[in-house]
């Protein structure tokens, strides 16, 4: 049996170690591949879980109107609030016809009778 030692030698074929060297270099660069694109994808999964919490949270709090207002909704808000003050003049405003309505019929009943009364003397 041979011993081994610092000054043993032994030969292999040129075209096995250009083999080994090549297998080497495509193993190394098949790793590296396989990690970057792992590292983007983690990447890619982190990037979608905070949209998703911010699209949680937006949905939520939006309608509660705890991240406030679009401007057309400040604006529409101003529309309505203005609708309903004319509204609230509209009412007013036809209460008032109403007495005076009244008011109008009470005299005429008061005229006719005077003028019956006058007639009739």
């Known amino acids: 049996m041979t011993k081994l030692s610092e000054t043993s030698e032994f030969t292999i074929p040129l075209k096995n170690i250009l083999g080994m060297i090549a297998f080497t270099a495509v193993a190394t660069m098949a790793y590296f591949t396989v990690e970057s694109r792992l590292t983007a994808l983690e990447h890619n999964m982190d990037m979608i ?22 401007p057309a909704d400040a604006r529409q808000d101003m529309l309505i609030e203005g609708l309903d003050r004319d509204v609230m003049e509209l009412r007013e405003m036809q209460d008032r016809v109403h007495e005076l309505i009244i008011r109008i019929g009470t005299v005429e009943a008061l005229n006719k009778k005077d003028r019956e009364r006058n007639e009739s003397n």
């Open 49 to 70: 879980a905070v949209e998703i919490e911010s699209n949680s949270e937006f949905r939520i709090l939006w309608p509660r109107g705890q991240l406030g207002s679009l």
